[in-house]
Every structure is written in structure tokens, then in C-alpha cells.
């Protein structure tokens, strides 16, 4: 058997850039993403393709010691965050659960019991500090916002029955900032000032965030720079 760490989204600009930042620290990375082919291939809108990832790993005789879910979604099809009530459309609304919430839960449900039992074990998602409703003074986004909130609570509810049967299991929300990737691209205007962050440099603070906690830290939302972001 041989440890690994499983990036899923690798292809994205924050995944990439996790994907680089993991094997520089010298792990073992398995990437996936929906736009690799054959056994790399993974989509969070099709479960069967979650189990079939899950399964290579696992027919591979690989030990996930880590898994980080690097994917998103805020805009696509020339859809986006909804400015106001009237912007609602419930396909819409749905797509951004089915990619920013089911999709993570489904990759944990696979892949959480490939992860060792007894020993250190971390899983990770992107989560957003829009996405926290203590911290929301703004309001609107409804679909992406109410999907990462609901990210959260994903992650605090598998932070709970994982850690009743590994106690050194940490289980995470992440938010990365603003990073300069095509999912933020749209929204780069409203940045301030060195606010807009490097994808590599995102991943190293990520990164090292993650080096950094401990099993008491599972069930939170840390962002970029090691701060608890509230629920």
C-alpha cells in the first residue's frame, strides 16, 4: 500500500496550482478532473464517475492520506450570480448545488473510506467567504452563495461521523481569496488592490494551512491566511 494525496479538479487554476504546489513538498498526487480522459476522469455532476476514480485508486493499492476537492462553480453558459430575487432561475439555482455541494459530499461519501482508520487523514473542499451567513452585509448571489453555505455545513457534518471513527481525521472548508482564475475573471474589478491573488501563490498559503491543522480544527472554514471564517 502507498500513501498519496488525490487533488480532484486539477485542471483548474487553483487545482493546477495545488497539484504543483503538493508534489513540490514531495506527496504522491493523483489528479483528477472532468477534462482528463480515461481513469483521470472525474465529474462531480455523475457519481458513477466518482466511484469509478475511487475505485482505480483503490484497485491501485493507493491510501488517500489526503483528498482536496479544488472545483467550482459561479458562472458558465453565460449564467451567473443572480443580482437580485428576479434573477432566480431554479436550473440554474440547482446546478450550482449539484457542482458546489452534492458534488464534494459524493466525492467523500467514495472516497473518505479509502483513507486510512487509524492514523492522520485530511479532506478538503473549496469553500467561500461569501458563502459564510454571519458574514454576508451584501446579500445577492443567492445560488452560489446558498450552495457554499450549504458546503459548509457538508463539511462539519462529515467532520462529525468521520471523526467518531478516526479521531485523526480533519475534514475542512477552504477559502482560497480572490484568485486570478477564470472563475473569478468576471469579477476582477471589484478586487482592491492587491486583494487579486496569484493562483501558485494561493496554493502555497493554502497549502500550508492545511500543514498546519490539527484534528481539533476539523468541521471549520479557514481562509488563505490561516483565519476561522464563521458559519
Sequence with gaps: MSDCTVIIGASGG?????????QARGAHVVALARSFDGVAHIDLED????????????????IPSRVIVATGLLHADRKGPEKSLKDIDPAWMARNFAVNTIGPALVAKHFVPLMPRKAPAL???????????????????YGYRAAKAALHMTIRNIAIEWGRRNDQSICVALHPGTVDTGLSKPFQG???????????????????VLDGLQAADSGGIF?????????
Excluded: K
Design 190 to 208: 471589484n478586487v482592491a488592490e492587491g486583494r487579486l491573488f496569484d493562483a501558485a501563490y494561493s496554493a502555497a498559503c493554502l497549502t500550508d
Design 123 to 141: 479532506f478538503a473542499a473549496i469553500g467561500a467567504r461569501v458563502g459564510s451567513i454571519s458574514d454576508n452585509r451584501l446579500g445577492g448571489w
Design 14 to 22: 487553483i487545482g493546477a496550482a495545488l497539484m504543483r504546489e503538493t
Design 47 to 62: 457519481e458513477p464517475s466518482i466511484a469509478a476514480a475511487a475505485e482505480h485508486i483503490r484497485a491501485q493499492g493507493l
Design 223 to 231: 481562509a488563505w491566511d490561516g483565519t476561522a471564517i464563521q458559519p
